[in-house]
């Protein structure tokens, strides 16, 4: 990788807290909800750069674990974990590969690195011992899906409410459910194009530049026309 991909690839992220539309003071609510002891472990697999996991265990002085593919998330994850002071360790494996247990688990926007949303819960009912809660994020439909919708984000997206239903199938109590708001979302699609945006502004000549523009317009427009207020966003706390 070139010192320019490098800064390609960090640029990506930078504009993002998190990669899920989701707002602090929602995130701090669910982390709440979590309800963590210092005596917790809590999990995140597909935990991106960590940014919600330091934030989940940090307060409580609890030991976090992330498992993540993507060597550059984790490190800006250890570079913030260590500013924090935090009690994580930050593995780069596949989300399948863990295989200790934990009495909380986080995976948002993840379900795919666990084999779509029905395994992710089954298996997360593996690894947490009965008692223990998991917070999930995952993806549904907030309004009917028009065709180009489905053939974007495939034919495996429930409802909300057949969302829940695998929960339960996979022997889930929903303790808590909340979709992103449209705020959140705006956000979050904003933020995503944000941080190569300024570096097209800050190297406006590199030729990379006009490719990279166009993949962000076109991504925009997607949003603009065919998903957004469509495709939705939940944030489910589970216990059993
Ligand atoms: C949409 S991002 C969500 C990241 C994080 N949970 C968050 O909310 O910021 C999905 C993450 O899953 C990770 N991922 C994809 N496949 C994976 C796999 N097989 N094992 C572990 N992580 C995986 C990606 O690298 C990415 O960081």
């Known amino acids: 990788m070139t010192t320019m991909d490098l800064e390609i690839a960090n640029a990506r992220y930078a504009g993002l807290r998190w990669n899920s539309p989701l707002s602090e003071e929602h995130a701090d609510d669910l982390i709440r909800r979590l309800d963590i002891s210092p005596s917790s472990t809590v999990a995140d697999l597909g935990c991106g750069w960590a940014e919600l996991l330091i934030r989940a265990v940090t307060p409580v002085g609890a030991r ?17 974990a260590e500013v924090g002071g935090a009690r994580i360790t930050l593995l ?12 909380r688990v986080i995976c948002i926007g993840s379900s795919h690195a666990l084999g779509g949303t029905s395994a992710m819960l089954k298996r997360l009912a593996e690894i947490v011992p009965q008692g223990g809660r998991v917070l999930v994020g995952d993806m549904c439909w907030e309004s009917a899906p028009t065709e180009e919708a489905r053939s974007m984000f495939g034919e495996e997206i429930p409802t909300l409410h057949g969302l829940v239903k695998r929960c339960r199938e996979a022997g889930w109590m929903v303790l808590h459910l909340a979709t992103a708001d449209q705020r959140e979302w705006d956000t979050f699609e904003s ?4 941080g190569l ?36 966003f939940a944030y489910l706390v589970l216990s059993r």
């Open 64 to 80: 976090g674990i992330g498992v993540d593919i993507d060597r550059n998330a984790l490190q800006r994850g250890r570079e913030a």
């Open 92 to 103: 780069e494996q596949e989300a399948s590969n863990y295989r200790d247990s934990a009495d």
């Open 191 to 194: 933020s995503h194009r944000a």
């Open 197 to 232: 945006r300024e570096w097209i502004i800050a190297n406006p000549r590199d030729g990379k530049a006009d490719e990279i523009r166009a993949q962000q317009d076109e991504r925009e427009d997607r949003y603009l026309t065919v998903y957004r207020g469509v495709l939705g």
